[in-house]
């Protein structure tokens, strides 16, 4: 499970997230939020991309103390995914299924399932946003991942990738991967335990009933 532990996150002195003690139900749990109100600080923080206050771990395993034990384990698709215009996807895709250690073949179905295989030879910079974001949600799921992170996945997505998507979310879920989502779309989602629903509040997290 994912636990906070004096979890604060701030911009120029200003305290915008704080988490005391809080940890998150397995499953699949839904964050909601005004725009501004800290959900993709929050996911981003979770994913250790920026830096933060406190303790966050995994299942026990310390995000600062163990990084590469805890990255191998928690994966992030991000709402505007921004790669290195000039490497190619499937550059990105072979550099993330090695160090995610992701099975043989793996990523090639997931390239299939998202319809990727037509583009992925050309640098990135030339995707649209469509396309970047398939991408993105192919690097999220490569591996072994315990715990994926989804910051407004069904964005910019066709409707084909977001039944794909939410195909893959149900999958997963079912094996025992946790997922936390950030949307502002419904997530109609069919799943074998109730979805948890979070909202961020003034800069706190409330588990909505």
């Not at 939020?33 to 933060?52: E, F, H, P, Q, S």
């Not at 290195?84 to 099975?103: S, Y």
């Not at 043989?104 to 030879?121: D, K, M, P, S, W």
């Amino acid at each position: 499970m994912l636990s906070f532990k004096g979890f604060e996150k701030g911009y120029k002195g200003h305290i915008i997230l704080s988490l005391d003690d809080l940890t998150f139900s397995k499953g699949v749990s839904w964050l909601m939020g005004t725009n501004g109100a800290g959900k993709t600080t929050l996911l981003r923080c979770v994913a250790g991309i920026i830096d933060y206050k406190g303790q966050i771990a995994w299942n026990g395993i310390d995000m600062e103390k163990k990084p590469i034990a805890y990255r191998l384990l928690v994966n992030f698709g991000e709402a505007e995914p921004l790669f290195p215009a000039f490497l190619k996807g499937m550059e990105l895709i072979r550099f993330f299924a090695e160090a995610k250690k992701a099975p043989n073949g793996q990523a090639e179905t997931l390239i299939e399932q998202f319809g990727a295989q037509h583009y992925l030879q050309e640098p990135v910079g030339t995707y649209s946003s469509g396309m970047a974001k398939k991408l993105s949600l192919i690097l999220a799921f490569l591996g072994h991942p315990q715990l994926v992170l989804l910051d407004e996945p069904l964005v910019t997505l066709d409707v084909e990738a977001q039944e794909t998507l939410k195909m893959l979310i149900q999958a997963n879920a079912a094996m025992g991967v946790d997922f936390i989502i950030s949307s502002h779309q419904v997530l109609d989602l069919v799943l074998n335990n109730p979805m948890h629903k979070w909202e961020i509040r003034q800069g706190e997290l409330h588990q909505i009933a």
